[in-house]
Structure formats: C-alpha cells, structure tokens
C-alpha cells in the first residue's frame, strides 16, 4: 500500500455493513455530490496549509461492505462517526497513526460494542469488550508495532469477511472533503448515569448555548472544590457561594487571589523536601488554581480560554462525567 502512494504509517480503515458509497461518505459528514477522484482530491487537500487540512475519505465497495480509506486520518475511529457508519447493521475500524496513537473499534446496535489499543489489548472496552476474544486469540497484538497493526486488519476481515485487495490503492476510488461530525456532549459510557439528571446538567445539555456559559464555569468550580476539599476554605466556599450572581466582588476577589497565592508559597516549600514527603500540596495548588480560572477568566493561563483545560483530575466518577459534559457543551456553545 505505502508503494502505491499511501503513507503507511498514518491510515484509518472503516468498514460499514449494508452501506454505499454516497452513505457511508454522509456517514462521515461528507457530501455525496461533491465527490472527485483519488488524484484530484489529494491535489486539493495539498492546496491548505498543513495545520488546517480538511480530514478526507475515499471509498470503495466490497461486495456488502463498504470500506471508507482515510490516508492520515481517523474520523472512522470516533464513536461519533462510527455509529452512523454502522446504522447498516455494523461497522469495524482499524486506525493507526505516526506517534502510535491507535485503536481497533467495532459497533453495531448503536453503541461501540468493543474497541481496544491494538498495542495495549489487555484493556478493551465497551458494551460487550470480550466479544471479539476467540477471533483475536492466535493473532500477535500488543508487541511490533506494525504487526499489531496488520493484526488489526487480519481481525477485521475475520468480523466482516472482507479481505483488502492488493490493487486497493491502484483503483480509480472517489472521495470527498469532511466536514466534522460533532462529538458527543454524553460519552457511550455515561448515558444514563444518575450524575447527569442534575437540573443544571440537564438543562445546560437540552440547549447547549453560550448564555449559560459562566453558570457552568461556576458549577464547575463548584465540583473542583467539593472534589478536592479545598471548598473548606472560607474564602473558596464564600466565592463559590457568591458566584452565583455571575461574577465576584472586589472584596472575595482579592481574597481569593491572596488563597491562591497561599498554595503556590506551600507547594513552592514541598519543592525543598524528598517527593516522597511533598503530599498533596501540588494537587490542591492545581485545584485552587481551577477553581480561580472558573470564577475569575481574566486569570487564566496564556493560551487557556476556558475551564475546559483544568489541571485538577476530578476524582469522584459522577462529578467527573458532570464535567466532561459540561466541558463539552460549552465548546459546542462557543463553536456550533
């Protein structure tokens, strides 16, 4: 394949039961009537910039499947896409790229049924993670990289019955520039999770809009602090309490910077003392930080716009699903 043209160190193979060409490329966020050949769409994907180039698929019917190619891309590997590559009856992907990010995915009924690093197999997931086990019992995951790799492929024809022809990159495929399917706001995992019937929750999920984006910049704070304790600082309860107005005044504001400035001197001090001996001090300095970003914007970190990047790791499950889609509306609210 590599000789043909194709990068072999950065490709994603998808393949969908029961679709054509034209839906597996909508399937994508594509469109059907705007597709061209294999060589003018490279011509045309060469024409950006490197850091913005579109993601592309090219397509190829397999006799009851079709096989979605995406040279140095990996839409097919996102639930999102996979899902609506799947609504035929299934869908497999097999994805890889240069840095060794990868993964074999397979989903039918509308949800990932398993997927797992073909690298690390040991620990696969979804709704069923041990449905492929005898499939995948004499193949060779998990050591040379490139031989988990064409392992990934060898369990993909095993699912579907498709094997790759060898003149694959030699046919005259058609394709089509993506437009990005939307990620999910709720991960598979976290549907129905009792965390998310929250009011706010809820009412942030039905209509993800940029209105509401400092009420969830407080609620976040809010988890931060309960998750890690530090809400038993006054001031940190005080400003959290306060913030339900919006913004903070004067007053807690300095108070809540001269807290902040208190965890940077004591972790600043652990510095002086064996790792073994520094506790926590670094976590709770990350914490407090969070919980300043949330309720005062203007003192987050160059290049952080939103809460979204936290430095604190929630640890309780519930609270932890709660942020990630809060996190995920308020990208969708401030991109649509």
């Known amino acids: 394949m590599s000789a043909q043209g194709w990068d072999s160190v950065a490709l994603c193979f998808t393949y969908a039961k029961g679709l054509d060409e034209a839906a597996l490329i909508t399937a994508f966020g594509g469109d059907p009537s705007a597709t061209m050949p294999q060589a003018e769409l490279f011509e045309t994907l060469a024409g950006f910039h490197y850091s913005r180039v579109p993601a592309a698929l090219l397509v190829a019917d397999l006799g009851g499947w079709c096989v979605g190619i995406e040279p140095n891309g990996y839409q097919g590997s996102r639930p999102e896409v996979l899902r609506r590559a ?119 999920l039905a209509v993800p809009t940029a209105d509401k984006l400092r009420a969830i910049d407080g609620f976040l704070a809010r988890l931060v602090a309960e998750d890690s304790g530090v809400i038993e600082e006054p001031v940190i309860r005080a400003s959290v309490e306060a913030f339900r107005d919006g913004e903070l005044a004067a007053g807690l504001r300095d108070a809540l910077l001269a807290v902040q400035e208190r965890y940077r001197a004591t972790h600043r001090a652990t510095l002086q003392l064996p790792v073994a001996d520094r506790g926590n001090a670094l976590e709770l300095l990350h914490a407090v930080q969070d919980v300043v970003a949330a309720l005062l914007p203007d003192q987050r970190r160059l290049g952080r716009d939103s809460v979204r990047y936290r430095s604190y790791q929630l640890r309780d499950t519930g609270r932890s699903l709660q942020a990630y889609v809060l996190e995920q509306c308020a990208v969708r609210a401030k991109y649509p």
Do not use: C
């Open 86 to 204: 799947a609504v035929g009856g299934a869908a497999v992907s097999v994805y890889w790229n240069v840095n060794a990010t990868n993964a074999f995915s397979y989903a039918t009924g509308g949800r990932t049924v398993v997927g797992f690093d073909m690298l690390d197999p040991q620990s696969p997931y979804g709704a069923d993670p041990h449905i492929l086990d005898a499939e995948m019992a004499d193949l060779r995951f998990g050591g040379e990289i490139f031989e988990s790799y064409v392992a990934g492929l060898v369990l993909a024809e095993r699912v579907t019955g498709v094997r790759l022809p060898a003149d694959l990159p030699q046919r005259e495929l058609v394709g089509a520039v993506l437009k990005k399917v939307p990620e999910d706001l709720v991960p598979e995992h976290g549907a129905g999770h009792p965390a998310l019937g929250d009011p706010f929750v809820q009412q942030v």
